[in-house]
């Protein structure tokens, strides 16, 4: 008979607790992929209904399937967005897909993401549309070792313009001005 040590015993040991510890959790930081279809739930049998809205068992996992293709496209629209080309010449327009009912702040969001300069941060933003005109209140990281005014001119214009033309140029926006401020007070480069 052979013996095994036993650091293989506690191995062994370990997997087996690991296994049974999962109990078939689906981990929630994980990005399924939308072309695969999870079957349905069956349904319950009558032992497990319950009535006056008292869960049926806790201890089951609920995982809801994420629709096909064109369903889940449903909310999502296309609008473009305009960067700055890397001669710094020209903005070449990007078609992107954002969700419908936050379009507008969803596409900033888009061109925001294109910048990465070096020592410049940005802790969030917010956009306001009224009567025609968009106010995008860039708000600069308070740790950022750079301003706005220490971008370089290619850098203020790639951001500032690339905002300002994606807001114009999308024209179910109706936007026809564009006002940036850094928490409210107006940025003057």
Request: aromatic content about 6%; charged content about 25%.
């Amino acid at each position: 008979m052979v013996r095994f040590p036993k650091v293989f015993l506690g191995l062994f040991v370990a997997v087996g607790l690991t296994i049974v510890s999962c109990n078939g959790q689906v981990p929630t930081d994980v990005v399924e992929d939308p072309t695969v279809t999870l079957e349905e739930e069956p349904t319950p049998s009558p032992d497990k209904l319950t009535t006056n809205n008292e869960p049926a068992d806790v201890d089951e996992p609920k995982v809801d399937a994420q629709p096909d293709g064109p369903v889940a496209d449903k909310d999502m629209v296309s609008v473009s967005i305009y960067v700055m080309d890397d001669s710094c010449s020209n903005f070449t327009a990007e078609s992107v897909k954002v969700p419908a009912d936050q379009a507008i702040t969803e596409a900033v969001g888009e061109v925001l993401d294109r910048h990465d300069f070096e020592a410049f941060k940005l802790s969030g933003y917010r956009v306001n549309v009224e009567d025609s005109k968009a106010i995008v209140d860039l708000r600069l990281a308070e740790d950022s070792q750079r301003q706005f005014l220490s971008l370089s001119s290619c850098e203020q214009q790639g951001l500032f313009g690339g905002l300002e033309e994606t807001l114009l140029q999308n024209s179910d926006w109706q936007v026809n001005q564009v006002e940036f401020t850094n928490r409210g007070k107006e940025i003057v480069l």
